[in-house]
């Protein structure tokens, strides 16, 4: 169940099944995309005053093009020792594609099932066998998307390696033969 604050927009107290509730907040990244949720913490530990304010802050940060949840993921990323594939998805949409293409919104459509299955994969460990299998499994039911989702692969890679970045050491959907 969700109880929504009437005085902070945005503000949520959420009830799970058990009985635990927690407060999050909802909100629209200024850079674009759907709604994100953030949670602030248990609600037996903040209060709603508290919770209010922790939002008044977030809203500072989001207004200034800020993503909390985003900064959160990599956050946990970084603490993990390892850029997960999701962590490096999200930066090539946030800093390459939606800034200098007409056509970012196809490639965040062909990533979501890249992004579903190699997402908490340290982006270093895919292999090109690992892209080749994930096209051929996309070919079987839609060969037109398993080329398209080589082109944004390939292109995500070679932005990952670029100088300032260097998230990987190799490109491993550089040279693979268009899936039939």
């Known amino acids: 169940m969700e109880i929504w604050d009437a005085k902070t927009p945005g503000l949520c107290l959420r009830i799970s099944a058990n009985g635990s509730a927690t407060w999050s907040l909802r909100y629209r990244p200024r850079n674009g995309g759907g709604k994100q949720r953030i949670t602030l ?49 999200l930066r090539y949409l946030d800093e390459y594609a939606r800034p200098y293409k007409a056509s970012w919104k196809n490639d965040e459509i062909y990533l979501r099932r890249v992004r579903a299955a190699w997402g908490k994969r340290a982006v270093g460990s895919i292999t090109d066998d690992d892209v080749a ?45 268009p899936p039939r």
């Open 133 to 177: 299998s994930l096209l051929d499994e996309i070919a079987a039911a839609a060969p037109v998307s398993a080329n398209r989702t080589q082109s944004v692969l390939h292109k995500l890679f070679v932005w990952s390696k670029e100088p300032g970045r260097k998230f990987v050491t190799m490109i491993p959907a550089l040279r693979h033969a």
């Open 41 to 89: 913490g248990p609600a037996d530990t903040l209060g709603l005053a508290d919770a209010r304010d922790r939002v008044s802050r977030l809203r500072v940060d989001i207004a200034d093009g800020g993503d909390p949840q985003r900064d959160r993921m990599n956050k946990r990323a970084a603490a993990d020792g390892a850029l997960t594939f999701e962590t490096v998805a």
